[in-house]
């Protein structure tokens, strides 16, 4: 990955570019940002400039050793710790190092990915992915060795809010006064989970969701999408690249998410108490990361059906097709219950994160989601 191939955000590869140039690089950092910002991305060209042997004035040079190897993500001195879990009973996955070859892949294929879409294509996306306590053991052993090329070792860590206790706690030390040449880049898009000793060890990067012009020119030039194509995935992707590419890749995603979006209100609003209980229980069975992918969709189609409510379909990011659906059901999300619903659903993905138990979770959402779409626009919130 090198920097003039991560969407959006120059200011950053700016600052990222003179601390290498000036010798001046932090050795602890934070990105953090929306999901799709480019976190991840900018994170991989700066450990590959970093290490890079014939700099370029805003680039690597893309054909030294270190170049090579970073091709492939075989450089021996940077490292990347990412939440695992096993596949299944039989086989007990506990460090990053057994599942390498699955990371390189995915980074290599597609670097804007989010943790869903990680466990997913190992098949385990019911899961909650980790960094183990041996993990942190790792970690420590890795930064403690002379470096092969001579140059930094990098530890990029990615999730870094999935690391268990014992992990977090036994990095601080090192974290404060790692080894000679090293470089720690933690990548996250929820800082407010990290512990506090942690945040205050390290430089914060913040990255800013991407404009809509900054994806279309992606859109074009690395998936090859026409203009007007580009364009309208943009548009529909809040500034989330992640979004972009699957949209841009398959056109029936977002129709899907509504269909079940609608699916769910309907439920809701009539209270019918046996299809309730079933799509509890079907929605429980789908893992946490599915849960909390489905109530952020949900957030995003209420915010729209509002915008459809009161009367600026300007601001709503759907195709005409997409508004179709909801204008219907755009009249139950009004000044006097939408508050009070995008409340209810943080509240909800705030405790889905907690691992509040799925059932009872979404069995109390789904009445007062249905109370809230009953309440009438002239009645006052109390």
């Known amino acids: 990955m090198l920097f003039k191939q991560v969407a959006g955000n120059n200011n950053i590869k700016e600052i990222l570019i003179q601390q290498v140039q000036k010798n001046r690089v932090s050795h602890a950092q934070l990105f953090f940002g929306p999901e799709g910002s480019g976190c991840l991305a900018m994170a991989l060209a700066f450990a590959r400039y970093i290490c890079c042997h014939q700099k370029q004035e805003n680039d690597s040079c893309g054909a030294c050793s270190s170049c090579i190897k970073f091709d492939k993500l075989v450089h021996p001195d940077f490292h990347m710790v990412f939440p695992v879990n096993s596949r299944n009973s039989a086989s007990k996955i506990t460090t990053c190092d057994e599942l390498l070859t699955d990371w390189r892949s995915m980074l290599l294929n597609h670097p804007y990915f989010n943790l869903f879409d990680w466990l997913k294509s190992l098949g385990i996306e019911n899961k909650q992915g980790n960094i183990s306590a041996e993990e942190g053991t790792n970690i420590i052993r890795k930064l403690n060795l002379t470096t092969y090329e001579g140059g930094y070792k990098i530890m990029l860590i990615w999730l870094p809010e999935c690391m268990h206790p014992t992990t977090a706690n036994r990095l601080l030390k090192i974290l404060e006064e790692p080894p000679e040449k090293t470089v720690f880049i933690l990548v996250t898009e929820s800082p407010e989970q990290l512990l ?99 109530i952020s969709r949900t957030l995003q189609f209420l915010r729209q059906a509002l915008l459809l409510n009161l009367k600026l379909p300007g601001l709503v990011n759907l195709s005409e097709e997409e508004k179709a659906q909801l204008i219907k059901f755009s009249p139950f999300v009004h000044a006097f219950n939408s508050d009070d619903m995008y409340e209810a659903l943080d509240k909800a993905y705030y405790a889905l994160e907690r691992n509040a138990h799925a059932k009872m979770l979404f069995l109390n959402l789904s009445f007062k989601i249905g109370r809230l779409l009953n309440r009438r626009v002239n009645k006052q919130v109390a």
């Open 196 to 294: 506090s000793t942690i945040k205050s060890r390290v430089q914060a990067i913040r990255f800013r969701p991407l404009s809509q012009s900054e994806m279309s020119f992606f859109l074009q030039n690395e998936l090859e999408l026409s203009q007007e194509k580009s364009e309208g995935v943009a548009a529909l992707s809040d500034g989330n690249l992640n979004l972009a590419i699957k949209l841009a890749q398959e056109d029936s995603f977002i129709k899907k998410d509504i269909a079940d979006f609608l699916d769910w209100m309907r439920i809701c609003y009539s209270l019918n108490i046996p299809k309730l209980l079933e799509w509890v229980n079907n929605m429980s069975e789908l893992g946490r990361e599915n849960q909390k992918n489905f």
